[in-house]
């Protein structure tokens, strides 16, 4: 047993009502646990726990028991237990202190006092078994976030925590990054007693890996096998969700596992809609390039965009989906090339531009600074002259009941909402989308569906950038695949996600012609 | 150039230009400056700073000059007069508008221009030394204010970025520009750059920043009592000729009682390093010259001797200029001659990944 905790309640400073309540679990040596449940649920509060970075560094109160390692974690110094249990954060950014890899891998040893033959044994080993040797001199600011985040996991290993805790390690990267990053964990964790606690919303790739599974919401904490989550849990990959409703025993967790389970059975591609025929071009991009100095970061893009119509813009991060966008919004003044909205030369200004083609960019939630929702909608109501009344504003946008509330008290979901409020309110013909779902639960992603969906319903159109094939998959018509700054490849939804495409969903793997988990019928 | 070398550099500046007030010599401070600042390496982070605190330190001479307008000055070079109310005399002699002289201007500019130089050579520090490498040279009794001074370092730039990509999300909601939207940038990156340093803090935190023992009770004792010795110091010094004695060794006691708190933390707060960053002799002998003579001009500005004041209101008589008085000025070029004549720079510059610049 490395962990325990019983009847553990904790509150937040100035909160009402507990973060967590009455929690009680163990963790054994080797397990590996993930923690899931929708954002705000306490995923974070739960694995700060076990660190002491709550109660010691964020305040509140707290009642219950806990020991990790014979610790008690409330009350030993945080950098004391990081001996026992490292951490590692959600933005590979927001968490390192040196400038080279092997300098921040050393840092925490540095600061323990670790001999120095003794420190470089151990960076060797690490760089070693999380198979970044490559990047060993390399500076930190020159890495993609996926080598960031796993020189970040070396760093914290390299006190020999015999407690790892990851939170949302992957949310930040794209699939290539985040699939590195979960193959080193999955490496750690065989290779010994290593307990791994990982918080995650992309359940697919960690279900058929863990030992079990702890949903935490509103606080709770249930502890489940990962069959049983699977079968139990409220969101849950499409292959989980298409198993339950065949009624298939046991829940499959892979794709291989249900084509195993559905062996002999017949199955058929249920009804769906198809996209209905565009309407007028709303946006041609002809010839659209953009240098950085000798980086080609987009060239020669040509593709038009009509009514109705909602692209999803995939390729691997770096590959110019962002420049894309800011050249399209005149952000980028270097820009060549042709923008057309509507068949007339797109105007000079952003604001004029955004006007017919709004931009909501990465982390939108940045630039609010109202004291209420309703200001800040207001605000660009009143900048964009629209007609639109505020209440009519606040319904559109289903911040209705969240109007008088501060956007800072919201949580990342609501204020991810309440900036494509702010972005979109003065409803432009054109939505260009910058990764929107990015680190967003599945209700999150049910809204911005439902919001796309009634956009091109009412002859709107959308380009979104993202990396979440499936939920992308519920709302686009059409996929743009850009690569190295080249449009690869310009399909129609159902080719692009479906079986034998560029990135089929989990549906198309199980099925050919299906694409959504509803489709798959028995 | 080893850190403590720049360390060194920074606080020569800083005293040099602050104890001067004769134009020709600051303009001598402010050159040598943007000599090192060409040459030195501008491989961390913070070189992003450097046009954002340039502008900042052209603004503020800027703003230095027009109070000077506003509060008008005295003198006997009147150059035009400002109509302003005459403020009763409870506003401790405070007056709005008046007749402004050139005396006042030249004051002002002065105190403009020993801002500038300093601002420019934190701009180059920054630009030329990682927080890292400072949080490394920097005394274990302060290990706390390490980690003020790594988040301070970190943030600066990020806070800048933050501004460019605030700036332009109110440009994508409509909004047009100008001053009277001030408020609207600086408010979400000052709470932006407040919640990220609370997340640097908390992962230093968790990766066991300071986890060696601190200091016995005693060395905090002693260390403790040197800000009312040094304080007593102070008081004597400029309030009481007679007792500038007593005073001068209330001041060495207070230096001496932090030195050995310092030095006794040193010994207890066992941490290690896996690459010693190599201090060069002649980064040693420049550190300390560059320290000592900071110490020296300091010293001799409190007790009243310096070859570089000049006071335009003593009848606005063109500043002297002397070989002997512009060698302490031109001194603080030193790093420019040590990076000409050194072996090109250790690290590679920044390259930017593709990821970074579609940001």
């Known amino acids: 047993m490395i962990a325990t905790v019983r009847g553990l309640t904790y509150r937040y400073p100035g909160a009402d009502s507990p973060a967590l309540r009455n929690v009680s679990l163990d963790v054994d040596e080797g397990a590996f646990l993930l923690l899931a449940g929708p954002s705000a649920g306490g995923k974070s509060t739960l694995l700060r726990l076990f660190n002491g970075l709550i109660p010691q560094f964020h305040g509140g109160q707290i009642s219950g028991e806990m020991r990790v390692g014979e610790l008690d974690p409330a009350r030993t110094p945080t950098r004391q237990m990081a001996r026992i249990a490292g951490m590692v954060f959600q933005e590979p950014e927001a968490q390192s202190v040196a400038d080279t890899v092997e300098e921040e891998i050393a840092f925490g040893m540095e600061q323990h006092g670790v001999p120095a033959p003794e420190m ?42 015999r407690l790892l805790l990851l939170d949302e390690p992957t949310s930040q990267l794209d699939p290539a990054g985040a699939d590195a990053v979960i193959d080193a964990i999955r490496g750690l964790h065989s290779a010994g007693e290593l307990a791994v606690l990982v918080a995650e919303h992309r359940l697919e790739r960690l279900l058929p890996l863990v030992t079990g599974v702890l949903g935490v919401q509103g606080g709770i904490v249930s ?43 017949t199955l058929h591609v249920g009804t769906h809609p198809y996209p209905p025929a565009p309407g007028a071009e709303l946006l041609k991009v002809d010839g659209l390039s953009v240098t950085y100095g000798e980086l080609v970061a987009l060239r020669e893009a040509t ?43 797109a105007p000079a200004g952003v604001a004029e531009r955004t006007a017919f083609a709004g931009l909501v960019p990465q982390d939108p939630a940045i630039a609010l600074y109202h004291e209420s929702v309703r200001d800040e909608l207001a605000e660009t109501l009143r900048n964009r002259r629209s007609k639109t009344s505020i209440d ?131 | 150039m080893h850190t403590m070398a720049w360390v060194g550099w920074v606080m020569l500046v ?33 070189v992003a700073s450097f046009r954002t605190l340039f502008i900042f330190g052209v603004s503020m001479l800027v703003i230095s000059v027009a109070i000077s307008v506003i509060n ?97 999300m109110r440009a994508l909601r409509g909004a047009r520009g100008g001053l009277r939207q001030l408020p609207a940038l600086v408010v979400p990156a000052v709470i932006g750059g407040l919640e990220r340093s609370m997340r640097l803090a908390e992962a230093m935190e968790a990766r066991g920043y300071g986890a060696s023992p601190p200091a016995q009770r005693l060395p905090r004792l002693v260390g403790m009592t040197s800000a009312p010795l040094l304080l007593a110091a102070a008081c004597g010094w400029f309030y009481y000729e007679p007792l500038r004695l007593p005073a001068t060794i209330a001041a060495g006691l207070g230096l001496a009682a932090i030195g050995w708190w310092m030095a006794s933390s040193a010994r207890s707060r066992h941490t290690t390093s896996l690459n010693v960053e190599p201090f060069s002799l002649a980064d040693r002998v420049l550190a300390s010259a560059s320290l000592g003579l900071a110490a020296l001009t300091l010293g001799l500005a409190l007790a009243g001797w310096s070859s570089l004041k000049y006071n335009p209101f003593a009848g606005l008589a063109w500043p002297p200029f002397g070989a002997t008085g512009a060698i302490l000025p031109l001194v603080t070029a030193w790093p420019a001659f040590r990076l000409l004549f050194s072996s090109p720079p250790e690290v590679a510059p920044v390259r930017l990944s593709p990821q970074v610049l579609e940001r």
């Open chain 1, 223 to 265: 502890e489940y096998g990962a069959r049983e989550a699977a079968a139990r849990l409220g969101a849950v990959p499409p292959v989980c969700e298409i198993g339950r409703r065949l009624k298939l025993t046991p829940v499959p967790l892979t794709v291989a596992e249900a084509l195993t389970a559905l062996q002999g059975r």
């Open chain 1, 392 to 522: 009519n504003s606040l319904k559109r946008w289903n911040l209705a009941s969240l109007g008088s509330r501060h956007p800072r008290d919201l949580s990342v979901g609501q204020q991810q909402r309440v900036a494509i409020g702010a972005m979109l309110a003065h409803e432009p013909g054109v939505w260009l989308l910058d990764e929107p779902t990015r680190g967003a639960d599945s209700v999150a992603k049910a809204w911005l569906a439902d919001a796309l969906h009634r956009h091109a319903e009412a002859g709107g159109a959308a380009i979104v950038a993202t990396h979440d094939i499936e939920s992308a998959a519920r709302y686009a018509t059409r996929v743009i695949a850009l690569d190295e700054g080249v449009i690869s490849h310009d399909l129609p939804m159902r080719v692009a996600f479906g079986s034998g495409g560029l990135s089929p969903t989990q549906a198309a793997r199980l099925l050919p012609g299906a694409v959504l988990p509803e489709e798959v019928e028995a």
């Open chain 1, 303 to 345: 593709f038009s965009l009509h009514e109705g119509e909602v692209i999803a813009l995939i390729g691997p991060n770096g590959s110019g989906k962002t420049t894309l966008f800011r050249a399209i919004a005149g952000l980028i003044r270097q820009a060549r090339g042709t923008v057309l909205f509507g068949g007339a030369a």
């Open chain 2, 72 to 168: 008008g000055s005295y003198g006997s070079h009147e150059l035009f007069t400002i109509p302003g109310p005459q403020l009763p005399w409870w506003f401790g002699g405070l007056r709005l508008g008046g007749p402004v002289s050139a005396e006042g201007l030249v004051a002002a500019l002065t105190r403009g221009l020993a801002i500038l130089s300093v601002l420019l050579a934190f701009g180059v520090f920054n630009g030329a030394v990682s927080p890292h490498r400072v949080l490394r040279t920097a005394p274990a009794a302060v290990f706390q204010a390490g980690l003020i001074v790594t988040v301070g370092l970190t943030l600066l730039p990020s806070s800048i970025e933050d501004v460019r990509r605030i700036r332009e």
């Open chain 1, 120 to 161: 470089r044994r151990r960076v060797e080993a690490l760089l070693a078994s999380l198979r970044i040797e490559h990047l060993r001199v390399r500076t930190l600011a020159t890495l993609s976030g996926g080598e960031r985040q796993r020189v970040a996991i070396a760093a914290v290993l390299a006190l020999q925590p």
């Open chain 2, 14 to 46: 800083m005293v040099v230009a602050l104890t001067t007030t004769n134009p020709y010599y600051l303009g001598i401070v402010l050159l040598s400056v943007l000599l090192v600042a060409v040459l030195a390496p501008k491989t961390a982070t913070g």
